[in-house]
C-alpha cells in the first residue's frame, strides 16, 4: 500500500524526471517542448507539496489554484510561491505551448532552467510547519 509520504516522494521524483527532460529538450532547440515538460514539472511538484501539507492531491490544474490561493494565508512564502505558479502556467503552459508564443526565447528559457528552483521551493514548501 502506498502512503501519502510514498507519493508525494514519487510526484518530486517525477517532477525531476520532466525537468530533466525539459533541458534535454532545450539542448535539442526544441523551445516550445521544453515549456510544456517545465510545466508538468510544476504542476507535478505543486501537487506534491499541496498533498504533503492537505493530506489531498489536486486533480486539476483549477484544483491546484484553488489550494494555493486557500494557502496563501500559510505566509507570505506561499504568496510567492503562488505568484510563481501563475506565472509558469500562462506562460510556460498557455503562451508558449498552446499558443506557440515563446517570445522572448532568452526569457522563457530562463524560466524553464529556474524550474529546479520551483521544485526545490516546492520540497522546502511541503516540509514547512
Known amino acids: 500500500m502506498t502512503t501519502t509520504t510514498d ?18 529538450m532545450l539542448a535539442q532547440s526544441r523551445l516550445r517542448n521544453a ?22 492531491e489536486p486533480q486539476s490544474g483549477g484544483g491546484a489554484r484553488r489550494a494555493l490561493l486557500r494557502m496563501r494565508n500559510d505566509g507570505p512564502e506561499f504568496v510567492a510561491f503562488h505568484g510563481e505558479y501563475s506565472i509558469r502556467s500562462e506562460l510556460l503552459h498557455i503562451n508558449c505551448f498552446y499558443d506557440g508564443n515563446c517570445e522572448p526565447e532568452a526569457d522563457m528559457t530562463a524560466l524553464i532552467r529556474a524550474t529546479d528552483l520551483y521544485i526545490q521551493d516546492a520540497i522546502n514548501l511541503a516540509a514547512a510547519e
Open 35 to 56: 515549456a510544456e515538460k517545465a510545466w508538468c514539472a510544476t504542476k507535478r511538484s505543486t501537487d506534491a507539496m499541496v498533498l504533503a501539507r492537505t493530506g489531498r
Open 7 to 24: 507519493w508525494v516522494s514519487e510526484l518530486f521524483a517525477d517532477a525531476r524526471e520532466l525537468y530533466a527532460d525539459a533541458l534535454e
